[in-house]
């Protein structure tokens, strides 16, 4: 495990005094209670802490030990992988759960750090690791590939082997070195709106919140505007992350009077809670879903739990993670002979009930 700068603090704490309480460490670090609960769920993950009423406190055993295989013939030990992911939120822990998967499988140890979308720990996070002699790395940047192109520009002239993760930009970006292995959602997104298309939906729109996913799902919506011949004059709203729920709400309210004066008759919504909030604002309308309006949501990490079950692309989180880890452990055996390979993993599409059937809702 590679600690953030606000988790050693936390563990320094524990190992002073024994234990450590949220609120006092929350109030020490200046940061939320939700924010130090995040690390606490991270660091018992990794088997450092034991989770208490309140707080933590050191776990009783030792992480298991891992397993030897994949050896580096030069050095005579297992490899060292190490792996940055922007936040240990869902999303994350099922691509880390993917790599820990690929990782066991062959032997390799795997190191996780956490940037907190924080460019700035991400740059910290890999000299970290460079610094204790790691055979790879996996990286998701937390800023875009432009924005981290100094970072990787580093790596790439320390020969450090190096595999980005869930992350790519357009053909013109100066990648061409690196692997990558990424979900391909516009493959996903296409298919929600093939599905759509399918069952009678002309007039589509789209909502989503600014990210690294946004830009392709967007792109999904011009290629489907020739491809499927539909319309361009529908709502096609990208917001930046709203920090605040009433502002989110607001947003909701406003595209859902965009659609209503728009004709629209079914929405691709990103993430899942965007889906689920969507899905609220239109009973609240007393608009039937999917009669009166069909909702695809994308990512399904909840959709299955709304009250109406909703339709929802699945990028393959766990999938890609394995994938990654394979990839890299083969970019490292290449050495001088590495050819860079860049990975799409497609998505798939569960269809549930906010797009099929009609007919009004029940009475509440």
Known sequence: MLYTARQEAILRAV??????????????????????????????????????????????????????????????????????????????????????????????????????????????????????????????????????????????????????????????????????????????????????????HRRIGLLSRASATSHWISRAFDLATDHFGLPTDVPRVINGHPYEEGEAARQVVDFLDEVAASGVTAVVAHPDVQAVMLLHEARARRWSVPGDLAIVAYDDETAALADVPLTAVAPPREAVGRIAVARLVRRIREGRAHVAQHILVPPHLNIRESTRGWGPLPQE
């Open 15 to 200: 190992r002073r005094n024994g234990s450590v309480r949220v609120t006092e460490m929350a109030a020490q670090l200046k940061v939320s209670p939700m924010s130090v609960r995040r690390d606490i769920t991270a660091l018992t993950e990794a088997g450092i802490l034991d989770r208490v009423h309140g707080g933590a406190v050191l776990a009783r055993s030792e992480p298991a030990a891992r397993p030897v295989g994949v050896l580096r013939p030069e050095r005579g030990r297992p490899l060292s992988l190490g792996m940055v992911v922007p936040s240990h939120s869902p999303y994350f822990e099922e691509l880390i759960q993917g790599a820990r998967t690929g990782a066991r499988s062959l032997g390799a140890q795997l190191r996780i750090g956490f940037s907190s979308y924080d460019g700035g720990e991400d740059d910290a996070l890999v000299r970290r690791l460079l610094d204790d002699h790691l055979d790879g790395l996996l990286l998701t940047p937390s800023r875009s590939l432009q924005e981290t192109q100094p970072m990787l520009d580093r790596l790439g002239a320390l020969g450090v082997p190096l595999v980005i993760v869930e992350r790519r930009q357009e053909a013109t970006a100066a990648i061409d070195g690196f692997d990558y292995v990424s979900s391909h959602h516009e493959h996903g997104a296409l298919q929600a709106l093939r599905h759509l298309s399918g069952t009678g």
